[in-house]
């Protein structure tokens, strides 16, 4: 299955691709340069992370966004995007079982070390570095085994823990809910990564029960090739750089952040899940995925500003609030839309709720 490294070289034949040379400092400097420019980036020298690279701002506009998508011009209007992703969304194909585990070159399962990684700290309004910001999130329901694929925020807070930030009405936040209700534990894998269409449709919001990874067999054209983790009961994409196996452990929570947040202010959650990892695998010519959100037009916004014209953006936060912010996605308008989101954060905040 073409993954993450095809989609880069594809950015490189078409002249869309910058690669930093220099060596770039992981606190603050990435997330910088990051912000600041609106083409895809490949850091090639990360300090202290001599053999590892970083690729961020991957789908940074509408031409970045149509070759993910394997169109063969790059001068596609945001509407032929939306078109042409709710065509293949309406044909999904269920993703396959390799009969393998998963087999990256380095592997972990004791003493496991999150700082082996090269992850940012994207901004110095961040408390630490986020490991998850542009990735899959994979779980299982555990009373029906229906599978979610989700984008949740990750904050590295411990050698092998991290938060997990989610909204009350996500279909994650459900099936916490009734593991909890159970007392045990939920299962989850994250694949860090990927190819690009497996995160947009991650990112998408179809019914509950809906496989996003089917969906992303549509979208890619054939089924999408799964492989077993090595510690918890899931399956990954084959074609991964980073896999994170763990579990949300029940009843347990903690701050996430605070953290420069989609709508371009600081924000914390103090309801955070903790996710304590039972395996770390990833290449050993890794190359990281993450994203620096915070800018108007980040290459978050233009992945929501696509699926909100086929109904598939949602934020989970009030009615009229959602309203609001998919029309601004619609039309583009991301400045009012981060605007939108500070009114949101402000009065969540003030009510002294979770974001």
Not at 181 to 191: D, E, I, Q, S, W
Request: hydrophobic share 40%.
């Amino acid at each position: 299955m073409p993954g993450l490294r095809d989609f880069i070289s594809v950015l490189d034949r078409r002249g869309k691709l910058r690669r930093i040379h220099g060596e770039v400092d992981w606190k603050y400097e990435i997330g910088s340069i990051a912000r600041e420019s609106d083409s895809p980036l490949l850091f090639e020298h990360i300090k202290d992370y001599p053999g590892k690279r970083l690729f961020t701002n991957g789908l940074s506009d509408c031409g970045a966004i149509a070759l993910a998508l394997d169109f063969k011009k790059e001068d596609v209007g945001v509407d032929d995007l939306a078109r042409s992703i709710e065509r293949c969304l309406e044909s999904p194909i269920s993703p396959v079982l390799k009969d393998a585990t998963i087999d990256l070159g380095d592997c972990a399962t004791n003493d496991i070390d999150l700082g082996i990684l090269p992850v940012p700290h994207w901004s110095n309004k961040d408390a630490g570095r986020y490991i998850g910001t542009w990735h899959l999130n994979i779980s299982r329901d555990p009373e029906t085994g229906d599978r979610n694929v989700g984008v949740y925020r990750m904050q590295i807070v411990g050698p092998s823990q991290t938060t997990v930030s989610v909204s009350p009405r996500s279909h994650l936040a459900r099936q916490i809910s009734i593991a909890e209700k159970r007392n045990t534990a939920l299962p989850m894998a994250v694949a860090i990564g990927v190819d690009e269409r497996l995160v947009i449709c991650a990112a998408a919001s179809p019914p509950y029960g809906i496989d996003e990874l089917a969906l992303a067999g549509g979208l890619i054209g054939k089924p999408v090739e799964l492989v077993r983790c090595k510690t918890q009961p899931l399956e990954v994409p084959s074609d991964t750089e980073v896999v994170l196996e763990g579990f949300i452990r029940p009843g347990e929570r903690t701050q996430d952040g605070p953290f420069l947040d989609y709508a371009g202010v600081p924000n914390t959650n103090f309801k955070a899940h903790l996710f304590e990892l039972t395996g770390l695998l990833f290449r050993n010519d890794l190359i990281f995925r993450g994203t620096a959100v915070g800018r108007p037009g980040a290459e978050d916004h233009q992945i929501y500003s696509v699926l909100s014209r086929i109904r598939l953006a949602d934020f989970h936060g009030s009615r009229i609030r959602h309203t609001i912010q998919t029309f601004l996605l619609r039309y583009r308008a991301f400045r009012l839309f981060q605007f939108a989101g500070r009114i949101g954060g402000f009065i969540r905040n003030k009510n002294g709720k979770a974001p």
